[in-house]
């Protein structure tokens, strides 16, 4: 299938971008990698009079370490937060992450800011940023805001974002030397979107863990969150963590519910031992 017609813009700047989203009235859409956006043209599931190309726009793609936060701009592409030291360092979730996305050629033009407006339910960054309690910067029309990652994903497909807005950097706090971090996924072939994925941070605290977050994605609308499994893991029992597994994951193409809930509980062990592992 061919995508319907559709006008092209370049934008020259964030501002740019936004005039020309809001001129459009919620008939245009943005163009970071295409990785995602560029099929759903093709079969036509999307059919935005306009693309408004960010790829030219300056100072979108940074990643920086300030004051104890890791910022990475929106245009930051996979491929540069997997070969990136400061990732591996300072964000090494996000590192542990990166193999799992889709393939080399993918992550070579896929974007986190792409892969986190887009928000599929399988995707591996979005409950990443859940995980590291990271919050997304937006700017559109009135300004600029700033939105917990937690508050973000609000259905299947859908997130805080209007129309006009553009998604122009995500912040969370840089690993120390407490942060504990875990990540595992179940996928039919590697680079494929996960049947199921958890993706977890926790501080070490004396012999054990505090700060349990253990998130979910591929089991339902948006990242999940397992709160009592977070609590048993944090007082102490990896068993009792799986038994409290609080998802309820509906059948889809690739597994029923009960099969997801399975791999659910043996990600939850592995992650465990990892959560418990001292950072190289
Ligand atoms: C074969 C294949 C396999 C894949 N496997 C995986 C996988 O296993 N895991 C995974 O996570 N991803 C996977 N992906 C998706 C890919 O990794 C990209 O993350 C994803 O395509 C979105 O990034 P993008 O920059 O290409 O966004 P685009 O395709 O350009 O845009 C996606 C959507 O986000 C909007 N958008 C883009 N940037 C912004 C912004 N800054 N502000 C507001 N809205 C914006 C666009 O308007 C569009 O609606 C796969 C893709 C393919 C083609």
Known sequence: MKPAPFAYAKARSLEDAIAQLAAHHGEAKLLAGGQSLIATLNMRLSSPSLL???????????ISVRDGMVEIGALARHVALERSADIARHAPLIALAMPHIAHPAIRNRGTIGGSLAYADPAAELPACLVALDGEIGIIGTNGKRSVQAADFFKGLFE??????????????AAATAETRLGFAELARRHGDYALVGLAASAKASGKGLGDVRLVYFGVGPTPVRARKAEAALAAGSV??????????????IQATGAVKKHLAGVLLRRVAKQLTEPRA
Request: charged fraction near 30%; glycine fraction near 12%; proline fraction near 5%.
């Open 52 to 62: 408004v190309d960010i790829n030219g726009v300056a100072g979108l793609d940074g």
């Open 239 to 252: 068993d009792e963590a799986v038994r409290a597994l609080d998802l309820d994951p509906g059948d889809d």
């Open 159 to 172: 997130t805080a974002l209007g129309p006009h807005d553009v998604l122009s950097a995500v912040r969370f």
